[in-house]
T-cell receptor, first 114, second 113 residues
Framework: AQSVTQLDSQVPVFEEAPVELRCNYSSSVSVYLFWYVQYPNQGLQLLLKYLSGSTLVESINGFEAEFNKSQTSFHLRKPSVHISDTAEYFCAVSDRGATNKLIFGTGTLLAVQP | ETGVTQTPRHLVMGMTNKKSLKCEQHLGHNAMYWYKQSAKKPLELMFVYSLEERVENNSVPSRFSPECPNSSHLFLHLHTLQPEDSALYLC????????????FGSGTRLTVV
């Protein structure tokens, strides 16, 4: 079985500062990794994903995440945040079988302050 | 809109009521899911339907009853709920396999009084 740990429930940061949201996973098999974002009163939206190949993946709005197999991590980073990035961010893991199942972490609230 | 529509957006019900949540997608996806989102907890996977067949039931109490009449529609029937069942209920869909990720609806905010 897989599990996901997001240690930070909330990360306050000033606008234009860099940010890192941490995600660690546990699995006995190879996995796929995802980051989702949830804006207020909305469902979750896929931000980026790691399936295979390059361990650094990027989103269209400047976020990136790096898969680190030895540390079982998939931290999300952005070099300069905007007020509009304020949202809840969820890390998720799925095994590479046919279970079609995503396991989510508890989420991290990114609170960007002016 | 993401392509997955959930109705109603908000629902208040008494513990003796019976209500249903509806989810609809026209993305051509073959798998649909119900998740429960409570404050400070991970999203809880409740049910998985693949090709209209229930393939997963994560020890969900029987007061929650899912129904998937076709690949585009998913329902969650509710009866005799408890206050601790108050939460945001999210529906999602995906093609077979998880490589493309899920598409989520906006959720139904359920309050049990």
């Amino acid at each position: 079985a897989q599990s996901v740990t997001q240690l930070d429930s909330q990360v306050p940061v000033f606008e234009e500062a860099p940010v890192e949201l941490r995600c660690n996973y546990s699995s006995s098999v190879s996995v796929y990794l995802f980051w989702y974002v949830q804006y207020p009163n909305q469902g979750l939206q896929l931000l980026l994903k790691y399936l295979s190949g390059s361990t650094l993946v990027e989103s269209i709005n400047g976020f990136e995440a790096e898969f680190n197999k030895s540390q079982t991590s998939f931290h999300l980073r952005k070099p300069s945040v905007h007020i509009s990035d304020t949202a809840e961010y969820f890390c998720a893991v799925s095994d590479r079988g046919a279970t079609n199942k995503l396991i989510f972490g508890t989420g991290t609230l990114l609170a960007v302050q002016p | 809109e993401t392509g997955v529509t959930q109705t109603p957006r908000h629902l208040v019900m008494g513990m003796t009521n019976k209500k249903s949540l509806k989810c609809e997608q026209h993305l051509g996806h073959n798998a649909m899911y119900w998740y429960k989102q409570s404050a400070k907890k991970p999203l809880e996977l409740m049910f998985v339907y693949s090709l209209e067949e229930r393939v997963e039931n994560n020890s969900v109490p029987s007061r929650f009853s899912p129904e998937c009449p076709n690949s585009s529609h998913l329902f969650l029937h509710l009866h005799t709920l408890q206050p601790e069942d108050s939460a945001l209920y999210l529906c999602a869909s995906s093609p077979m396999g998880v490589l493309s990720g899920y598409t989520f609806g906006s959720g139904t905010r359920l309050t049990v009084v």
